[in-house]
T-cell receptor, first 113, second 114 residues
């Protein structure tokens, strides 16, 4: 069964800290890995990763994928209170008879001033 | 505002009942996706339609069904409701058929089954 595990489940940091969120997966016919940010409402897309070792970056957020070790990390530097959210990792499977998109349970990040 | 609309915002009903959730995609988007988010299961992909045809199916129960109409809006029908069906149901839309990185989520319908 396809599986995505995120760690830690929750994290509390102070403004200015750097955080690393982890996502490991077991999926047949891997196609891509996606990161989303979910505040009080619907998820919003952050990154899609398909190739190993290539960092995707957007401002203070960056992410990288390791297809050999089957994990990805999401880094947030110089955290701000606006970064407080649940961060979701999802893995897309290619032409799978099972669900094509499997989500982890998320990491709840709280940034305090 | 993502441009995806969902109605109703909240729905409270009793076990055994049937409800219909509605989603209107962004203008120009052909794909509609349905997701369920509950506290214990997290976010789960249910089903995807592209231009009226079912394209991908996830962990959708047999009591649930969906369709996409010619005007591209979609409905998710939930029947014989159980307490465990209480959740937030999201709809998302995208232009393409394999476009998880380009999908925009609606605000969700919160379903409470009593």
């Amino acid at each position: 069964e396809d599986k995505v595990v995120q760690s830690p489940l929750s994290l509390v940091v102070h403004e200015g800290d750097t955080v690393t969120l982890n996502c490991s997966y077991e999926v047949t016919n891997f196609r891509s890995l996606l990161w989303y940010k979910q505040e009080k409402k619907a998820p919003t897309f952050l990154f899609m990763l398909t190739s190993s070792g290539i960092e995707k970056k957007s401002g203070r957020l960056s992410s990288i994928l390791d297809k050999k070790e089957l994990f990805s990390i999401l880094n947030i530097t110089a955290t701000q209170t606006g970064d407080s959210a649940v961060y979701l990792c999802a893995v897309e499977a290619r032409n799978s008879g099972n669900t094509p998109l499997v989500f982890g349970k998320g990491t709840r990040l709280s940034v305090i001033a | 505002d993502s441009g995806v609309t969902q109605t109703p915002k909240h729905l409270i009903t009793a076990t055994g009942q049937r409800v219909t959730l509605r989603c209107s995609p962004r203008s120009g988007d052909l794909s509609v996706y349905w997701y369920q988010q509950s506290l214990d299961q997290g976010l789960q992909f249910l089903i995807q339609y592209y231009n009226g045809e079912e394209r991908a199916k996830g962990n959708i129960l047999e009591r649930f069904s969906a369709q996409q109409f010619p005007d591209l809006h979609s409905e998710l029908n939930l029947s014989s409701l159980e307490l465990g069906d209480s959740a937030l149901y999201f709809c998302a839309s995208s232009v393409g058929v394999h476009s998880y990185n380009e999908q925009f989520f609606g605000p969700g319908t919160r379903l409470t089954v009593l």
